[in-house]
């Protein structure tokens, strides 16, 4: 048995007028025409704007710079780490180290943040100087820089109390 829901609604509206009462306006002006061409112009006005062909590229993060002259000054007994600042816009400075048995630099722990403002200078004003108290001799160094966004950069070279670049 096929049924034709446009009949029903008419004989339904027909119903109600013979009874007095009347039907709202847009029960008796609706077509499924008109419903269907309204969706297929709104389809139609909407597609070409849905994006490129292709797979989704990620935004572009421009990461801050980092810095390769990291070095530690044995004159000292806490480990004296003496370093410049790759650019103007880091906002902080965070200080990781590696100490044994850990030999893989992303295991390396921070230990420091230093935001811009507390950065201490260093005989000049092109280098800052960062203090760590711990005694051991075997730890390595590196620092990573945070821009105002958030975004880390790489660690900068490693380093260690020993090494020959620090005298």
């Not at 935004?59 to 790759?86: E, G, H, M, Y």
């Not at 105002?148 to 670049?165: E, M, P, Q, V």
């Amino acid at each position: 048995m096929i049924v034709d829901l446009e009949e029903i609604t008419r004989k339904q509206i027909s119903r109600c007028e013979q009874a007095g009462v009347s039907a709202p306006p847009s029960a008796r002006d609706k077509s499924p025409g008109l419903d269907l061409t309204i969706w297929i112009l709104l389809l139609v006005l909407a597609s070409p704007g849905c994006g490129k062909l292709g797979a989704p590229i990620p935004p572009d993060v421009q990461k801050p710079n980092t810095i390769s002259d990291l070095r530690i000054i044995n004159r000292a007994s806490p480990a004296q780490l003496i370093f410049s600042l790759p650019g103007a816009d880091v906002q902080a400075v965070e200080v990781y180290r590696m100490c044994p048995p850990t030999i893989v630099e992303e295991r390396a722990s921070l230990i420091a943040r230093l935001e811009q403002e507390e950065l201490v200078e260093f005989e000049d004003t092109s280098r800052f100087v960062f203090e760590d108290n711990d005694r051991t001799a075997t730890c390595r160094y590196a620092l990573r820089f945070v821009d105002r966004l958030g975004y880390s950069s790489d660690f900068s070279n490693f380093t260690a109390k020993n090494d020959s670049n620090n005298r």
